[in-house]
């Protein structure tokens, strides 16, 4: 059975704080990604790797780095926690696409709500 | 920067009802697009995905019907139950990337 594990359910921390979110899969998946989804605008892409040291900005990098040095964990950092970052932060992971593109599912993580006071 | 559009936001359907919801996209990597069902508490997980050498894919009491011509896919749900409800997301694969742009997602409500 596939397996996305995110290292907290629930996170409170202070403005101006650095936040480690840590994300590990056990299916030996060369992509992973970090998501926020907000009530109204969904899933919304912040980083994604398709490799170890590899990485890609998303939509909305700002504010946010990350950290792939092993094939199953990625880490999303958040370099000073600001209010407008609470959010609930899903990670996932998929095989590289076939040659000419197939599709791959995403395996999600069950999220982390964080909350920057 | 590539849009899907999804819609209804929200949609309450009466038990045994038809559940329809649907996602418009501009451009899309290749012929593949999947949709996804998150309950309260979890992840999103898929539900359903089509690669449309068909128009139509039907699994159980879920279906999707695929417009290429109108960039235009939509997922029906048979007979709903009480226990679909949940968000769905649909999703399209992003021109030249590993990534895929989702859905604003559809809050499904099926009353018992």
């Known amino acids: 059975d596939v397996k996305v594990t995110q290292s907290s359910r629930y996170l409170v921390k202070r403005t101006g704080e650095k936040v480690f979110l840590e994300c590990v899969q056990d299916?030996?998946?060369?992509?992973m990604f970090w998501y926020r989804q907000d009530p109204g605008l969904g899933l919304r892409l912040i980083y994604f790797s398709y490799d170890v040291k590899m990485k890609e900005k998303g939509d909305i990098p700002e504010g946010y780095s990350v950290s792939r040095e092993k094939k199953e964990r990625f880490s999303l950092i958040l370099e000073s926690a600001s209010t407008n970052q609470t959010s609930m932060y899903l990670c996932?992971?998929?095989?590289?696409?076939?040659?000419?593109?197939?599709?791959?599912?995403?395996?999600f993580g069950p999220g982390t709500r964080l909350l920057v006071l | 920067q590539q849009q899907v559009k999804q819609s209804p936001q929200s949609l309450i359907v009466q038990k045994g009802g038809i559940s329809i919801i649907n996602c418009a996209y501009e451009?899309?990597?290749?012929?593949?697009f999947p949709w996804y069902q998150q309950f309260p508490g979890k992840g999103p997980a898929l539900l359903i995905a089509?690669?449309?050498?068909?128009s139509e894919k039907k699994e159980g009491r879920f279906t999707i019907s695929f417009n290429k011509s109108a960039k235009q896919f939509s997922l029906h749900i048979m007979d709903s139950q009480p226990g679909d409800s949940a968000t769905y997301f649909c999703?399209?694969?992003?021109?030249?990337?590993?990534?895929?742009?989702f859905g604003t997602g559809t809050r499904l409500k099926v009353l018992a």
């Open positions: 996932a992971s998929t095989v590289h696409p076939g040659a000419g593109g197939t599709g791959e599912t995403q395996y």
């Open positions: 299916m030996d998946h060369e992509n």
């Open positions: 089509i690669r449309p050498d068909v």
């Open positions: 999703a399209v694969p992003a021109s030249g990337t590993y990534k895929y742009i």
């Open positions: 451009n899309t990597a290749f012929d593949y």
